[in-house]
């Protein structure tokens, strides 16, 4: 598992799935052995009235310099995963 977090990560702004628009921050961008041809990105959303945000996780695929697809990470098993790598990260 190889994490890439040294440089500053930017903020991205998503549509989630209830329609809303949402301004979240990149926490880090992560590959996995057990998908090396894949990437993953931890979302952040932003939140102005001091309430906690929930971490959101997806497939990142870059699409050139400055742009980048989320996609969800539909496979349960999958997904299971990222979240381990994911808290893997946090405990570091």
Same mark, same amino acid.
């Given at each position: ?6 440089? /500053?990560? /930017?903020?991205v ?7 809303e628009n *949402? ?6 961008i992560f $590959?996995?052995v $057990?998908?090396p041809?894949?990437e993953y990105i *931890?979302?952040? /959303? ?6 906690e945000? !929930? @971490?959101?996780?997806? !497939?990142y @695929?870059?699409e050139?310099e400055d742009? *980048? !697809? %989320?996609l969800s990470?539909? $496979?349960e098993?999958?997904?299971?995963? *990222? @979240?381990s790598? %994911?808290y893997?990260?946090?405990?570091e």
């Amino acid at each position: 598992m190889q994490f890439e977090n040294e440089t /500053p990560m /930017p903020v991205v702004n998503i549509t989630l799935e209830n329609g809303e628009n *949402a301004e979240c921050e990149v926490l880090c961008i992560f $590959d996995m052995v $057990d998908y090396p041809q894949k990437e993953y990105i *931890a979302l952040m /959303p932003k939140t102005y009235d001091g309430s906690e945000s !929930e @971490v959101i996780l997806f !497939e990142y @695929v870059e699409e050139g310099e400055d742009c *980048a !697809e %989320f996609l969800s990470i539909e $496979d349960e098993e999958e997904f299971n995963k *990222a @979240v381990s790598a %994911f808290y893997s990260w946090l405990e570091e």
